[in-house]
C-alpha cells in the first residue's frame, strides 16, 4: 500500500499500510484444525517470510482506487527502481475533465526533472524503512491466542489468531508505540506462511509524544489485506482506515477511506520516462500488451 498522508499523529497507522498483508478471506469456515506451532512462534515465522519477500523485489502495473466521504480516485500505477508513479484516470467513477487531465499530466511531467522525482524517492524509501520498523516489532508487541481455522480463496488452510498488547513489550521507537493501544485478529496462509489479514481497533485513547504530538481516539480501526497477485507474487490489495484525534492538541483529525488494488501485472524494469510511457499507453505500454 502506499502512502499519501504526513500527520505525525497517524503515522504508525498509516505505515503498517506497506506491510505486505493478504486476500480477503471467505466467510465459511473450516475445519477447526490445530495450529501448527504455538501461536506466538507462528507468528515470528510469518513475519521473518515477510521480511524475506518484500513487495519491491518485483515491479509490477496495476490499478487503485482510494474512497473518501467527498469522493473517490482511480488511478493506474506502475513501479520503477526510482519509486511508485501513478496516473489518474478517473474522479468520482467518472472520466477526467480536460482540465483535470492537463492538471495530472503537468504533474507527471514534473517528475522528469530528476530533483522532483529524487524528493519523491526519498520520500517513498523513509516511508519503506518505517514501514520496516512495525513489521519487525510485530512479534514482540502482541500476546497471540490461537482462534480457529478457515479455508482461503485459493483453498489454502489459513489460522486465525487473536491479538493483544504484551505486557512486557516498550516501543522501541515511535511508529511502534500505536501497538499499545491496539487489538484484534490476524490470519496466516501456514501453507505459504505468509500473514494473509489484520483487523486491528484502538481500544483506548493513545496519547503520542504524551499529547504534545497528537491523540488517536479509542474505536479507530485498520484492516489490512494482501494474497498473491501472480506467480507467487504477494502484494496489499484492500486497506481500510477509520482514525479520529488531534495532531498537535488542536488540528482535528479524522481518517475515512478505504483504498483497493487489483489487476497486477509483471513489468521489466524501466526509466521514469519509460513509466510515464506506459501510464500514458504509449509504445511501450503497446509492446507490453503485445508479450502478455
Known amino acids: 500500500m502506499r502512502l499519501r498522508h504526513r500527520h505525525f499523529a497517524c503515522t504508525a497507522v498509516l505505515l503498517l499500510s506497506i506491510i505486505g498483508l493478504g486476500f480477503a478471506l471467505r466467510a465459511d469456515e473450516g475445519p477447526q484444525a ?3 506451532m504455538p501461536p506466538n512462534e ?22 487503485d482506487r482510494v474512497e473518501k466521504p467527498k469522493g473517490s480516485w482511480t488511478r493506474q500505477m506502475v513501479g520503477t527502481p526510482e519509486g511508485i508513479i501513478a496516473r489518474l484516470l478517473a474522479v ?4 477526467l475533465t480536460p482540465e483535470q487531465r492537463k492538471t495530472d499530466d503537468d504533474r507527471l ?7 522532483k522525482m529524487g524528493q519523491k524517492t526519498s520520500q517513498q524509501r523513509a516511508d519503506e524503512q518505517r514501514s520496516q520498523k512495525l513489521l519487525r516489532a510485530l512479534p514482540a508487541a502482541f500476546d497471540y491466542t490461537y482462534s480457529g481455522s478457515e479455508i482461503g480463496p485459493a483453498g489454502h488452510h489459513i489460522v486465525r489468531l487473536n491479538f493483544s498488547p504484551a505486557s512486557g ?6 511508529e511502534t508505540q500505536i501497538y499499545l493501544a491496539m487489538k484484534g485478529q490476524v490470519w496466516i496462509d501456514t501453507e505459504v ?15 503520542l509524544g504524551w499529547g504534545f504530538i497528537g491523540k488517536l481516539n ?8 494482501q494474497g498473491d497477485v501472480g506467480n507467487g507474487h504477494w502484494d496489499t490489495t484492500r486497506l481500510e482506515l477509520k482514525f479520529t484525534g488531534k495532531v498537535l492538541l488542536l488540528k482535528h483529525l479524522q481518517l475515512d ?20 510511457e506506459l501510464l500514458r499507453g504509449g509504445q511501450l505500454a503497446s509492446t507490453l500488451s503485445e508479450g502478455r
Open 42 to 63: 507462528l507468528m515470528r515465522e510469518a513475519i521473518v517470510n515477510e521480511i524475506e519477500h518484500p513487495k519491491s523485489s518485483r515491479f509490477c502495473i496495476w490499478m
Open 257 to 276: 477511506e478505504t483504498e483497493t488494488e487489483w489487476d497486477f501485472h509483471p513489468v521489466p524494469k524501466m526509466s521514469v520516462k519509460q513509466a510515464i
Open 218 to 225: 479509542k474505536g479507530g480501526r485498520l484492516v489490512l489485506v
Open 193 to 207: 506462511m505468509r500473514v494473509a489479514k489484520i483487523d486491528g481497533t484502538l481500544f483506548k485513547d493513545l496519547n
Open 92 to 95: 468520482n467513477d467518472k472520466p
Open 169 to 174: 513489550f516498550a516501543p522501541p521507537n515511535f
Open 109 to 115: 511531467n514534473r517528475l522528469l526533472d530528476p530533483a
Open 34 to 36: 490445530q495450529p501448527p
